[in-house]
């Protein structure tokens, strides 16, 4: 094998990595690739080499975005007195994608497990308490994932935070069903349903 088989292989290892796409579907990805070589893959290395170098994770809520502040922390429009608590940035973006939800976010990294020893420190929980003061907010939305993580995670925090509305998304959630997956149809309807816990 010469050394641009071993690469192409490398690149198909990698794309294999992503998710959603296995062996084949990474192998099928590279081909097109490389089949529009000037119009998909030379601008989508650039781009990769530049987020790369770009990307950060917003120090205020853990969001992705291209400076220390993501766009949503910096408008003041957003800053209604509602923070939605997710647990990963994909399920910020779904909100996002729905459109309804006008305040600012949350992201915790994650939900709590004693069986992967993930406590609050490991989370970002602590920052999420220190934003509720700060920040002067009114309402916290939970929009946590419908699982038994996502649930004790829910009561953590609903627990720590005894001074201030806590509602959670209500109607569409299926139990152990997860934001990202999820229509725009069904989050508007839960975000618009929620519950005070």
């Known amino acids: 094998m010469n050394h641009t088989s071993k690469d192409l292989e490398r ?3 990698l794309m294999a990595k992503l998710p959603g796409l296995g062996p084949r579907s990474a192998r099928r990805a590279v081909l097109h ?3 529009k070589r000037a119009l998909i893959m030379a601008p989508l290395a650039d781009v990769l080499a530049e987020v790369a170098k770009t990307v950060r994770e917003c120090l205020n809520c853990g969001n992705i975005g291209m400076s220390d ?35 600012r976010y949350h992201v915790l990294g994650g939900t709590l497990s004693a069986l992967d ?17 700060e920040e002067e907010i009114t309402e ?15 009561h953590y925090i609903t627990d720590q935070l005894r001074n ?3 509602s959670t ?20 309807a839960a975000l618009k349903a929620r519950k005070t816990l």
């Open 11 to 13: 690149l198909i290892e």
């Open 33 to 35: 690739m490389v089949k």
């Open 69 to 103: 502040s993501c766009d949503i922390c910096k408008n003041p429009a957003r800053a209604n007195g509602e923070i939605c608590v997710v647990q990963d940035v994909s399920d910020l973006w779904a909100m996002e994608r729905s459109n309804i939800f006008k305040g």
């Open 117 to 133: 020893a993930i406590g609050p420190d490991e989370l970002r929980i602590p920052r999420l308490l220190k934003r509720v003061f």
């Open 140 to 154: 916290v939305i939970l929009a946590l994932n419908a699982t038994i993580d996502g649930q004790t995670t829910a």
């Open 164 to 166: 201030v509305k806590v």
């Open 169 to 188: 998304l209500a109607q569409g959630v299926p139990i152990g069903g997860e934001l990202d997956y999820l229509d725009d149809g069904t989050i508007i």
